[in-house]
């Protein structure tokens, strides 16, 4: 999938990827996608609440081959 800015934010655990991905989408213009890796199994739920709340739409999320996940989020 195509995305216009990543965060890595892999070892890092609760708050600290969904704060990183908020102060990235405060730089992004409205329909921008931002990629997100994590290695927090928390991550999963905090991104769907996260999405909820703030009304940036989380197009696709996923677990890849190295037990990280990635979160795909269109800037409201």
Known sequence: MD??????ARGLNCPLPILRAKKALND???GEVLRVLA???GSVK????FARQTG???VKQGEMAD???EF???RK
């Open 39 to 41: 290695t927090d199994p």
């Open 72 to 74: 795909f989020l269109k």
């Open 3 to 8: 995305f216009d800015k990543e965060v890595d």
């Open 67 to 69: 037990k990280a996940y």
């Open 46 to 49: 905090d991104f769907q609440a």
């Open 28 to 30: 992004m213009t409205s």
């Open 56 to 58: 940036n739409e989380l």
